[in-house]
């Protein structure tokens, strides 16, 4: 390992082993801005200079050809980079020391600190569109107003802009505004290069580092702020911000932000660390102790813990209904005064303690990825490289007692929250409150009781255990998979799957689904899995079964399934936990809660997932809207479709269709695997899935309809709301046959989306269209036996008919010209064989009980994919990506009324 600093001030580490002969090498570049930095007008700049230079090597890639370029289009060595609060780095791949592609990258990094970053106009105009698109994605636009309560409290930050002006903003970023951002903070002072991998040479290396980076001049500039240090030497701050974002929707939600500020870290290097790691375990142990409120249907609110590191202090964010807020701060605040009282339980000190140690004794600190992982925590973090922090922090726990980390804790707690933010709606009597009223509903709950709850960890009584038949079963031999078949007295069928070692999988279905009920009822079929995952199961609430599930080691989620047609339940658990695996499925297939307050619950819980859904709701409905025109089999509901549901339905509605789709487990199929013996297993199944009770309500039988693919080229217009009036989701499809058994076909499909996604990139980087996410995905439906693959291209209204152009111009190309060899030699390497072959025996189980499939051996897709060349893709490209199997699909924002 060599380490060094330059006479301009750049700092340099070269770090190889041995062991790593055969990886790439990685060097990445570390610039001390960031966030941080920025000052009003400037909000986001820091990132959209991040962007730039990989549009210069693109552009140099392209110019130049060779190695360089092929090294970009296969994809080989893949660069990225990212912005953060105080570093922004740059993550560059190479082959060897000396190479072409390492020369390349080492010369653009010396530009980038050496004041050699001049972009060009077309570049900064095509990185607006680029910047934009990425603010998209990541749902910039949706969060805005709580942007605003953040800034108002913490003022570390440039000042939020309104979505609909973000894009102008962007365009603001001229070259003068880049180039003046760029100075202050780029320089070789501020830079710290590492470079890891299997280098044999360090001593060449070390002099090309001097080479290309020890003539840069130390140039002048900005001092370094430290806005977290003056943030925690400010007067305490209660803030009520209005919301902007108004809506018509029955419900209107409050926003409440509590900060616990942390004390000021010493100055000596160790000592700050030490400072550090106390407050992770406090906030941790804080967190787990929150998690655990046992709460009500009444009490609806949810509660995140900050722990992101943008203030230098513990963030409490709860959200809650409007009237509410009250009763809901006061509930998290007796959980609070507990531990202010009795601190954290020693168990969970312990738990903590023995995990931490446990990582840093289980840390492989020899291998590359764990190596660059360390160093990039280190140096975000701004902290010394020069001393063993694993060691460090392992004898920092060791010496650690129980009653300090209490001691700390109580401190901590009992000197906050200092900071309190409140967003709410216009008209919120919250907004009303003085600082003095607020803080009275913390200081209520010390008058409350604060002994912890009790509560049952059995998911069924032994008493109603006892009343549970085991019932007989019958043995109908193997499968062709070597699943052993068994039927039990009530009809129920079961496949067993037994793996040494492996975890438990239960997945069981049933042939009939929305499709199997009348037009309403279709609808409300796609509520019901939500709906009894929020009511509960047996005698536990959806809180208490979630606490129940935690403690037995047990995955807490969304069990059952209802699709076109079928109806389903999938579960995990450990290998210890068969029996409760067994009793969850009892209960999820007889016993739902029926709970009028849980019913009122799941409506508003339905409401915040509408309002603010956790994916992009714009392309969710572009897909749905698709599907349906291609007479797909589960399209879905939209997220207008599904809120207009919810406010319709009934308990009783709901119940009703739940007891048609799972009361009848005569026509279910059952398929477990995992660690377990059959001697164990089987009566267990004969007492709990034997004991399933069959519901009268009936599904009416009909014939299936046959749906036709309507012919293409197809194009559709769709305006969605949640889209902004300026953006555009353009998706364009190429779907055409493909039987389920011819597996074949079905990697043929992934080796051309793997193919034209080569190329796509040149779609922003050297057609310059201000695009983000660019890529070509593949899917075979199993059930209509259809092959799909789509290119999705998030973009600005006005550009459909360009960018459609270019897929097309793309797909012309790759029909006259096959892949390089190189290329596709990457491809086959990186090729995914499970995706064909099965993820699991479950998998391989639930195709071959519903289709009559069996998937192919590995081996023999391996074999296939090496045969396969570029002129069979090209001649795939050539057949299957035509006119009449074109579908082009597009989302737009829905204007703005004007008066």
């Known amino acids: 390992m060599r380490r060094g600093t330059l006479d301009n001030g750049m700092q340099y580490i070269i770090h190889s082993k041995a062991a790593w002969e055969g990886q790439n090498l990685a060097m990445n570049l570390y610039v001390n801005t960031g966030y941080e930095m920025e000052q009003e007008g400037q909000k986001d700049i820091a990132h959209y200079i991040e962007h730039l230079p990989f549009a210069m090597y693109l552009d140099e890639a392209t110019a130049h050809g060779g190695a360089l370029l092929e090294a970009v289009r296969s994809g080989k060595y893949p660069w990225q980079g990212y912005t953060n609060v105080r570093q922004t780095c740059y993550l560059f791949l190479f082959d060897t020391i000396g190479s072409e592609i390492y020369t ?198 949810t509660l995140g813990i900050d722990r992101s590191g943008q203030l230098p202090a513990l963030g409490l964010n709860l959200k809650t209904f409007m009237g509410r807020e009250q009763d809901a701060v006061e509930h998290v605040a007796v959980a609070l005064e507990q531990l202010k009282k009795q601190g954290v339980a020693e168990g969970a000190y312990q738990k903590y303690r023995q995990k931490e140690l446990k990582s840093i004794d289980q840390r492989d600190s020899n291998t590359l990825g764990a190596v660059l992982s360390a160093y990039d925590e280190r140096i975000r973090a701004e902290e010394f490289l020069e001393f063993d922090q694993l060691a460090l922090k392992k004898r920092w726990l060791n010496g650690l007692s129980y009653d300090t980390v209490n001691s700390e804790l109580k401190a901590f707690l009992r000197d906050g929250p200092q900071d309190i933010g409140i967003l709410a709606p216009k008209g919120a009597s919250v907004l009303q409150l003085s600082e003095i009223q607020f803080r009275s509903w913390l200081d209520e709950a010390k008058r409350m009781n604060t002994a912890a709850d009790e509560y049952e960890t059995k998911l069924i009584a032994d008493s109603l255990i006892a009343q549970l038949t085991q019932e007989d079963s019958k043995d109908l031999g193997s499968d062709a998979l070597g699943g052993h078949r068994i039927q039990l007295a009530n009809g129920v069928r079961v496949v067993l799957y037994p793996q040494e070692g492996a975890p438990l999988k239960l997945h069981g279905f049933r042939n009939v689904g929305a499709s199997n009920l009348n037009k309403q009822d279709f609808i409300k079929a796609h509520l019901v899995p939500e709906w009894l995952h929020t009511s509960g199961i047996g005698a536990y609430t959806h809180f208490e079964l979630q606490r129940v599930l935690t403690d037995l080691g047990m995955i807490y989620g969304r069990a059952l399934y209802v699709n076109q047609g079928e109806s389903g339940i999938q579960l995990q658990a450990p290998a210890e936990r068969l029996e409760s695996l067994l009793q969850l499925a009892h209960l999820y297939l007889s016993a739902p809660r029926e709970d009028p307050e849980a019913f009122t619950y799941w409506k508003e819980d339905e409401f915040l997932f509408y309002k603010n859904p956790p994916y992009g709701r714009e392309e969710h409905d572009l897909t749905v809207l698709s599907k349906n025109v291609l007479k797909e089999v589960n399209p879905g509901l939209t997220a207008e479709e599904r809120y207009k549901a919810v406010q319709l339905s009934t308990m009783t509605e709901l119940k009703e269709i739940y007891q048609s789709l799972f009361l009848h487990p005569q026509e279910f199929l059952f398929l477990l695997s995992g660690d377990f013996s059959e001697t164990e297993v089987i009566p267990l199944l004969e007492t709990y899935l034997g004991n399933l009770r069959v519901s009268e309500n009936q599904v009416k039988r009909e014939e299936k309809v046959i749906s036709y693919l309507p012919k293409g080229p197809l194009e559709k217009l769709y305006m969605i709301p949640g889209i902004l009036p300026s953006d555009l989701n353009l998706k364009i499809q190429y779907t055409f046959p493909i039987a389920r058994e011819d597996w074949k076909a079905q990697v043929n499909l992934k080796l051309m989306r793997e193919v034209i996604n080569t190329r796509l990139w040149e779609l922003r980087h050297i057609k310059k269209r201000g695009l983000y996410i660019i890529h070509a995905i593949s899917h075979s439906d199993m059930e209509l036996q259809r092959g799909n693959l789509t290119i999705i291209l998030p973009t600005v209204a006005g550009m459909e008919q360009v960018l459609s152009s270019d897929v097309e111009e793309l797909v012309s190309w790759f029909k006259e010209h096959p892949i390089a060899k190189s290329e596709l030699k990457t491809i086959k390497s990186r090729f995914y064989v499970k995706g064909i072959t099965g993820k699991s025996i479950i998998d391989e189980g639930y195709r071959y009980y519903k289709w009559g499939t069996i998937l192919p051996e590995p081996e023999a897709v391996k074999a296939y994919i090496e045969e396969v060349s570029a002129q069979d893709i090209q001649t795939w490209i050539q057949e299957k990506l035509v006119p009449e199997h074109r579908y082009i699909f597009m989302g737009k924002g829905v204007p703005e009324a004007r008066n």
């Open 104 to 301: 390349t990258e080492l010369d653009l990094l010396s530009r980038i600190i050496g004041g050699g970053l001049k972009s060009t106009p077309e570049n900064l105009a095509a990185e607006h569109g680029s910047f934009y698109q990425e603010y998209i994605h990541r749902n910039g636009h949706l969060g805005y107003d709580e942007e605003r309560l953040f800034w108002n409290l913490s003022k570390v930050y440039a000042p939020p802009v309104r979505p609909e002006h973000y894009f102008e903003h962007v365009k603001g970023f001229n070259w003068d505004a880049v180039s003046s951002f760029y100075k202050d903070w780029y320089h070789p002072q501020r830079a710290t290069l590492v470079m890891v991998g299997p280098i044999t040479d360090l001593d060449q290396a070390a002099q090309d580092i001097e080479a290309h980076f020890g003539k840069l001049k130390a140039t002048p500039a900005q001092e370094l702020a430290y806005p977290k240090r003056a943030y925690l030497e400010h007067p305490n701050q209660f803030i009520q911000v209005e919301q902007e974002d108004t809506d018509t929707l029955e419900y209107a939600e409050t926003k409440i932000d509590l900060y616990w500020r942390n004390q000021t870290p010493p100055k000596a290097a160790s000592k700050a660390l030490q400072h550090k790691w106390m407050y992770e375990m406090l906030y941790e142990l804080i967190g787990d102790h929150l998690r655990q409120i046992p709460t009500t249907y009444d009490l609806h609110y």
